[in-house]
């Protein structure tokens, strides 16, 4: 396993980053334990959840991957030390979580205390805002035109994500948290956010974790090159684009169990007819490979330019010992090139 510095921070991750979010949901406590053993035995120690999950969210998962994590820390307590844990707080529009509410210094306070709760430990390495108080172009609001940003009242803003940082100062000094980061945010939320840091002698953002796979490259290059002079790490979460880049979404196919069989909170955006053409293209060119198309995608996304750890998730011991194995798959100048052949006809295929 290979590890890279996350960010302005003093914690080497593992260049694999085990997802979590099928937890309570797809996987039960005995299946998360397998899971979080055979990653760690390959080396992976960064492990990503957050207060939402499980996923599809609702009422009745919440919190419940954070508890699952926990019984697992509370069973295996001297590996806690040799791992960095990331959670997240939930942004604006869940009613069942703080009545639906923004996320202010008070709420993150509160969330804080909560997940450690859940997770059974004493501290959370690196804590995220799940996504902004603002509305931003991820999930499916990239195309112009569905975000007005002159609409924005900038120094509203401005003056939440100030409140915001001074809570989660507290709650470094607390000892309860050692690292921030953002998640679903822009480059102007990044470069923000650093500002506010700067001139206000607060903790900084260290990484950012957002949408990103073959199917969806809309943050190269701006924001990943903001990131890499920023010293942010840029972690992709949804690097098989919810599983499609896998090739078992094709010509309409819904395997039992997975999860498009299940309600999805923004519908099936990504299902789209390009998308399907750029997958089949992917399988085909895997195929011819002698890889899987899922290998294919996770192998490209580690060696993208900028990428610091790449989020994986899986509901089966198959699906993470495959994922797992993409990240010793060299790609050499021809590979690349088949794949660009294809990745600049689909470059955001939804």
Known sequence: MQYSRLGKSDLQVSRVCLGTMTW??????????????YALAQGINFIDTAEMYAVPPSAETYGKTETILGNWLAENAPKRKDLIIASKIAGPGLPYIRGGGEITGEAVIQAVDASLQRLQTDYIDLYQLHWPNRTTPHFGKHWPGQVNFTEVNTQ???????????????????????????????????????????????????????????????????????????DVAYLPWSPLAGGMLTGKYLNGQRPAGTRWTLTQRNGLFRDTATSQAAIQEYVDLAASLSMTSAQLALAWVNQVDGVTSTIIGATSMAQLEEDVAAFEVSLNDAKMQAISTVLQRYPVAF
């Open 24 to 37: 309570g949901k797809q996987n039960n406590q005995t299946d998360a334990d397998a899971q979080l053993d």
């Open 156 to 230: 509203m803003h401005s003056n939440q994500m100030l409140e915001i940082l001074q809570a989660l100062d507290s709650c470094v000094k607390a000892g309860k948290i050692r690292y921030c980061g953002l998640s679903d945010d822009t480059t102007w939320g990044i470069a923000e956010y650093l500002r506010l840091s700067e001139k206000h002698s607060l903790p900084r953002m260290v990484s950012i974790q957002n949408e990103f796979s073959l199917l969806h490259t809309k943050d190269w290059p701006y924001l990943i090159e903001q990131c890499v002079h920023s």
